[in-house]
């Protein structure tokens, strides 16, 4: 029997199933952060219950830390009760977590790698939606509810039903300035917000094989926005190589035995899939979003759609509410769109590579003596973690930021959904690096576009979107 | 939980597509550390005219006039009928745990989002997926009468209209089962601690650097 990769993962985490399906799922992994775990905690301490396995959580907050002046504390006193409830929680529970102050802190999507925590093979689920990111080191990985944190604390254990598969080939050479973020919008612009519902989506093809494990961790972040739980990608020499000497990860006689197992985690060849969309690699241009939902997307050098030429009904109606919320006209060329803020960051895209990206353009750009547009008045550079905030300073690119005109940030979520301080005013426009563009998202009435942190740092540099493509030839 | 068995209430339509849950509950208020009130911060953005916070007298606050919710025919609706991919985003429970507090008992789209659906079945809320067309109908019907209402009934697994007509639709015999019990998941899945435990001896055999 031919099986995919989600087919490996699945049987081999299989403890029950129920007849109609149902399975009971063994979960290797949970990470926890402050905004989705503390019924989570009441629940299991209402019970007197404990965590099944304590050593397989790692915690840290994350949504509502200040990206600023943080040794002074979280200002915002209903914040800082949901930080130090997590604080408390661990140590009730005797929960491994990296504290606001601590230098390992960070989102967690970018730290569990970063540490090992995630590796090859796993299962491992998390409160929050773009867990889905983790399924990018071959790994069976998803969002879950409140309760579902609950009940993996106390039983180890999740119920699912199988999804379906949906193999999303990338195949060809991405042009220079192209990105997994260009990647990962084009899919969904492809097969809308709801294409991959009731699926798990394993990217893969020539393209996906040349990204990097940063690469792939943006696009399975965003599998999410095509509706899958879950992202995966098959693990090779990239991501055995990524996986060395992490501080949680196996070692000695054990990293042998599990580099052994791990390279078995990739789908037979010919094995069946339930869906299947192709992308010519070469054809992906920088993307845009224009509206409010990540499949309201076009190329830099396209233009604000047209309502009227909606394939559907429902979908016009969509459009035009986006665009009067936007504040955008039909026809408009993207390249015209002036912005008030720009965000990079977020679970998305504030690894090092993706700083390095933007740093490149930055520093090129500053070098033909730009530096950030008058007309945006705050440029924000927030990493995804203090150890790559550290990484970063090291090789000097906090000072490329910093001399153009960018903020240079403490690590955190951020602006991505402005739980903390940093947001849009009502009518702010903003080039962000994040994963959504809903109404609100970055702060009521703050208008959301979606790119990849080298067009986000050119449209710093701008004052509008440009084509990074021809900014850095 | 709250079992679900038979329910009849008012209907309230949300004419649009691709609602999320950044929608249905604004990020700030997910500040809190409970799990109830957050009813009358649902669709907070849409529903009022000024901006909302943790800690505000919502009954003072100015009502959108023109948000469906805000109408007098809708008041006391108790389902909610909405457009494709409904739920979709964040994985946040506090957009069941908010529709829930509004009162609201099931749910009927052509479609959801899957973290969403998952999470209602946690929190006593139904929901019915049905044909776009029959969504369609329902939304015309719903216009046309008011005080519009159905009765759900999950044991038959029906939607039922004012006028007789029945819909059926699917649900998993498992989520079924608790949701008609209001069980709770945790002491079920404990029954299963044998299987657990024999199941992880297997895995740290195999896998044992999962097991440090």
């Not at chain 1, 990074?468 to 030839?473: A, G, T, Y």
Request: net charge negative; glycine share 8%.
């Amino acid at each position: 029997m031919l099986r995919t990769l989600y087919d490996k993962l699945w049987d081999a985490h299989v403890v029950h199933v129920e007849p109609d399906g149902m399975t009971l799922l063994y979960i290797d992994r949970q990470l926890v952060h402050e905004v989705t775990s503390p019924q989570a905690f009441e629940g299991l301490r209402i019970n007197g219950r404990k965590p099944w396995r304590a050593d397989t959580i790692l915690a840290t907050p994350d949504h509502n830390v200040p990206t600023v002046n943080r040794r002074a504390g979280i200002a915002d006193p209903v914040s800082r009760i949901q930080v130090e409830t997590l604080d408390a929680n661990c140590r009730d529970f005797g929960l491994t977590e990296f504290a606001m102050n601590d230098p390992r802190q960070g989102i967690v999507h970018v730290i569990g790698p970063e540490q090992g925590f995630t590796q090859p093979g796993v299962t491992l689920v998390c409160g929050d939606s773009h867990t889905s990111t983790h399924g990018a080191f071959a790994a069976l990985a998803f969002g879950i509810g409140t309760s579902e944190v609950e009940h993996v604390m106390a039983t180890q254990c999740l119920w699912q039903k199988k999804s379906k598969v949906m193999l999303v080939k990338v195949d060809g050479v991405l042009a220079k300035g192209v990105t997994a973020k260009d990647i990962a919008l084009a899919i969904i612009g492809r097969i809308g917000t709801a294409g991959g519902t009731g699926h798990a989506i394993e990217f893969g093809g020539s393209a996906i094989r040349a990204l990097s494990m940063e690469g792939r961790m943006t696009l399975c972040n965003m599998a999410i926005e095509a509706g899958a739980r879950a992202g995966m990608v098959a693990a090779d020499d990239k991501t055995i190589d990524y996986m060395r000497d992490r501080p949680y990860g196996p070692k000695g006689e054990q990293w042998q035995a599990a580099v052994a197992y791990w390279r078995t985690l990739v789908s037979d060849p010919g094995a069946r899939f339930d869906a299947l969309v192709e992308l010519n690699a070469a054809e992906i241009r920088p993307q845009v979003t224009w509206g409010t939902s990540p499949e309201m997307v076009a190329a830099v050098d396209g233009r604000v759609p047209d309502p009227t030429e909606a394939p559907n009904a429902v979908k016009k109606a969509d459009w035009e509410r986006a665009l009067r919320y936007m504040g955008l006209k039909a026809h408009t060329p993207i390249s015209e769109i002036a912005l008030d803020k720009v965000f990079i960051g977020s679970c998305t895209n504030s690894r090092i590579e993706d700083i390095w990206e933007a740093a490149e353009v930055v520093r090129v750009l500053a070098g033909a003596g730009r530096k950030v547009a008058a007309n945006v008045k705050l440029a924000l550079v927030v990493p995804g973690s203090g150890l790559i905030k550290a990484q970063a300073e090291a090789e000097g690119l906090d000072v490329i930021f910093r001399e153009a005109g960018f903020e240079w940030r403490e690590p955190g979520c951020s602006m991505c959904l402005a739980m903390n301080a940093d947001r849009l005013e009502a009518g702010e426009r903003c080039a962000a690096t994040s994963n959504r563009n809903f109404e609100g998202r970055q702060g009521q009435g703050g208008r959301t576009h979606l790119v990849s942190p080298a067009m986000a740092a050119a449209a710093a540099m701008y004052g509008h979107f440009v084509d990074v493509r021809e900014v850095m030839l | 939980m709250r079992p679900f068995t038979q329910h009849r209430g008012r209907v309230a339509p949300l004419d649009r597509a691709n609602v999320d849950t950044d929608a249905i509950i604004p990020k700030q208020f997910l500040k809190s550390i409970k799990r109830t009130g957050f009813g009358p911060n649902a669709f907070d953005e849409w529903r009022y005219l000024d901006h909302g916070e943790p800690g505000m007298d919502n009954s003072k606050r100015p009502l959108n006039p023109d948000f469906v919710l805000n109408l007098p025919r809708y008041q006391g609706a108790s389902i909610l009928l909405a457009r494709e991919n409904f739920g979709c985003g964040s994985s946040r429970e506090h957009a069941p745990w908010a529709l829930e507090d509004y009162g609201f008992r099931a749910i009927i789209a052509p479609s959801y989002a899957d973290i969403f659906y998952n999470n209602c079945f946690k929190n006593g809320i139904l929901p019915i997926v049905l044909p776009a067309a029959v969504v369609d109908q329902m939304f015309q019907e719903t216009a046309a009468a008011e005080g519009y209402s159905l009765t759900v009934d999950l044991a038959a697994q029906t939607v039922i209209t004012p006028g007789g007509e029945g819909f059926a639709f699917e649900v998993d015999g498992e989520r079924k089962h608790r949701l008609l019990n209001g069980l709770d998941d945790i002491a079920l899945t404990l029954q299963y601690t044998d299987e657990i435990k024999a199941y992880e001896a297997r895995r740290e055999q195999v896998s044992p650097w999962l097991f440090n």
